[in-house]
């Protein structure tokens, strides 16, 4: 990274912090030519993808949207930040590992799915209801069932 100032490539990092969500770093960085100080902000790469939605409509991944709907199943229930977002990175690197460029919603559901799965069963029941992923009423009551079952075991 080059100095603005005095176009020097001896700059040094003196700090390091995510911000925005966690998904950027900023760093403040000094030019050790001209003292000069400033800061950068580093994005972290976003998945170029084409989700195909269930009418045929195709349109760019959009993480936001990915966040908002996960965010939204997890309302109320406790959790960390840091763990959130090693759970959007497992979701993303799954989608990545899907291979290709495009992907169906359904597809992308399923992967959502199966990593709330383990990270939330409240969150994973509405997320799949939501997604209508069970395939009729009584896997979705099978899947509840299960659930508070393991919750009355932990009593
Ligand atoms: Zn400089």
New binding site residues.
């Given amino acids: 990274m080059n100095?603005p100032?005095?176009n020097?490539n001896n700059t040094k990092v003196v700090d390091s912090r995510l911000s925005g969500e966690g998904f950027s770093i900023r760093r403040r960085r000094h030019?050790q030519?001209?003292?000069?100080r400033f800061s950068t902000i580093e994005e972290m790469e976003i998945l170029d993808l084409i989700v195909i939605k269930r009418d045929g409509h195709r349109e760019n991944y959009n993480r936001d949207k990915l966040i908002k709907g996960i965010v939204k199943s997890l309302e109320k229930r406790a959790y960390l930040e840091d763990d959130f977002q090693k759970l959007i990175r497992e979701i993303e690197r799954d989608l990545q590992k899907k291979g290709g460029n495009e992907i169906t919603s359904k597809q992308l559901g399923e992967i959502v799915i199966k990593r709330l799965k383990s990270f939330d069963q409240v969150a994973y029941i509405r997320y799949a209801s939501v997604y209508h992923s069970f395939k009729d009423v009584k896997t979705f009551q099978k899947e509840l069932n299960r659930l508070l079952k393991q919750k009355n075991n932990k009593k």
Avoid at 33 to 36: E, G, L, N, R, S
Wanted: charged letters at 20%; glycine letters at 0%.
């Fill in positions: 100095c100032v005095c020097s030019c030519k001209c003292k000069f």
